[in-house]
């Protein structure tokens, strides 16, 4: 299918050619409302990460797919398209873990403050915070039964294993510190 489909963006990493679904198919139009794709600048060049909409203003990724500016799109399913759906809200503010290192892509996880809160529609719904641990997926985020559980840090081209993830529940404490500390803006 020629279209670039958002899927897409979830499945792959950013380093990834978009040109084919890897090992799946085409999901159900706005079947994943939390997912969340994050466009930015690097270097003068394009990139584009797959992300989780946490809440109506904050959303979860990975750290290397930092850049300026950094635009959060939601509600799509067709990238290619402008859809009725869609909201593009630009980053406030990018939080990377304090202890992430690029040289090595440890502690890749970054949460993104939006510029203004999502409307929550059919379309564009949060995800919640794990309890626990699952195993790992490959490329996107990693959903299991409807919470965020890993993100993706690095992996093939070509979407063949190994792919390293970001185990959500190892940085709960982090995360939940920071998302408080940007909403209520105090020092951190």
Known sequence: MQPLLLLLAFLLAHEAGTE????????????????????????????RCSSVLLRKDFVLTAAHCWGSPI???????????????????????????PDYNPKNFVNDIMLLKLERKAKQTAAVWPLSLPRGTAQGDSWGPL??????????????????PPAVFMKVSHYLPWIKRTMKCF???VSC
């Not at 159900?28 to 270097?43: G, I």
């Not at 799509?76 to 402008?82: F, K, L, V």
């Not at 009725?84 to 873990?97: F, G, S």
Request: charged share 20%; proline share 4%.
């Open 143 to 160: 959903i299991c039964e409807n919470m965020a559980q890993s993100i993706c840090s690095y992996g093939q081209k070509n979407g063949t």
């Open 183 to 185: 909403s209520q803006q």
């Open 20 to 47: 084919d679904i890897i090992g799946g198919h085409e999901a159900k139009p706005h079947s994943h409302p939390y997912k969340a794709l994050v466009q930015f600048l690097l270097k003068d060049q394009k990139n």
């Open 71 to 97: 635009m959060v799109t939601l509600g799509t399913h067709n990238i290619q398209e402008q859809e009725r759906t869609q909201q593009v809200i630009p980053v406030r503010e990018a939080i990377c873990h």
